[in-house]
């Protein structure tokens, strides 16, 4: 198609006007200071390690420390009521692969033929 056909030609790397592509994420320094002042903070994080990942529950708004009640309903997400939803915002999770070889991950072959 003609949008692949640019794209692929604007990020032709012996081209005058080539687009790179991002092959690190970019993290600005203020954005690095609030991470590690944020790391120093009190906040009750809770940390479930698996094979490929660890999965980090974190207490948001006026939440202090996740329960284990509190990961329950977050994991089983049955609501009942719209307050109920509301409140699955107070735990935020996060994955992090733990795979060495992200950065040169292959998509799989099938995503290879999804039209754009």
Do not use: G, H
């Not at 794209?7 to 994420?25: C, F, G, M, Q, Y």
């Not at 509301?86 to 998509?107: A, V």
């Amino acid at each position: 198609s003609k949008i692949v056909n640019n794209w692929s030609i604007e990020r032709d790397t012996s081209s005058i006007n080539v687009k790179l592509l991002a092959t690190e994420p970019t993290i600005s320094l203020k954005s690095w200071i609030s991470s590690y002042q944020w790391t120093k903070s009190t906040e009750n994080i809770i940390s479930i390690p698996n094979d490929s990942s660890n999965k980090y529950y974190i207490p948001a708004r006026d939440l202090q420390f996740i329960t284990q009640a509190n990961l329950d309903k977050y994991e089983n997400k049955k609501w009942t009521s719209f307050n109920q939803f509301k409140k699955s915002f107070d735990i935020w999770c996060l994955e992090m692969k733990s795979e060495p070889n992200w950065k040169t991950s292959k998509p799989p072959t099938a995503a290879k033929t999804v039209p754009i």
